[in-house]
């Protein structure tokens, strides 16, 4: 294995025949040198769970992008474009350019709009239908991506994300 600096290993991952960096805490992290920034490595695992339950559960026909958005429908009738983008934490025009393949593929419908006018959202039983195909290959994949960290691991890690999540919302 060629020798990577700082604190990067390179491990093989899955049949994907593709690669994963990791890192290896050997030694406390210097928070001020940037390869530690918090944006971009968070980002970075983030992107890579995201192919890999892309790869696992996309043959279902949804990214991983848009279970969330049928999620939240299917938990609330009605959502306006506003409350769905907070809840989400998601930019509006992320959020429009999510919504329009659901829409366009029935799984969404939106009731009113036009100029300045009241939107609202809803899962139509195609979305409703789509959610539940695909449940099977999304808990075979969660169940993967908890294993690999544990799953008392995994419970501290996604508590401390929340608590960070509010705590920056708020300042």
């Not at 299917?74 to 506003?82: F, I, N, P, R, S």
Request: with cysteine.
């Amino acid at each position: 294995m060629p020798h990577l600096p700082g604190r990067l290993k390179k491990i093989a991952f899955d049949k994907l025949r593709s690669c994963v960096y990791i890192h290896t805490m050997l030694e406390e992290l210097d928070m001020s040198s940037e390869q530690n920034c918090t944006c971009f490595n968070v980002r970075r695992v983030a992107r890579v769970i995201t192919q890999f339950f892309d790869a696992e559960v996309g043959r279902q026909g949804l990214r991983p992008t848009q279970p969330p958005i049928l999620r939240a429908l299917q938990a609330k009738d009605g959502w306006t474009m506003a409350e769905l983008s907070e809840w989400l934490a998601m930019e509006r025009t992320t959020l429009l350019r999510n919504l329009r393949p659901l829409q366009r593929d029935g799984l969404v419908r939106v009731r009113g709009g036009g100029r300045g006018g009241h939107v609202e959202l809803f899962i139509t039983e195609k979305g409703r239908a789509a959610l539940a195909r695909r449940l099977p290959a999304w808990r075979s994949a969660q169940s993967k991506v908890v294993a690999t960290l544990g799953k008392e691991r995994w419970s501290r890690i996604i508590r401390d994300l929340d608590e960070v999540a509010v705590k920056l919302k708020n300042k």
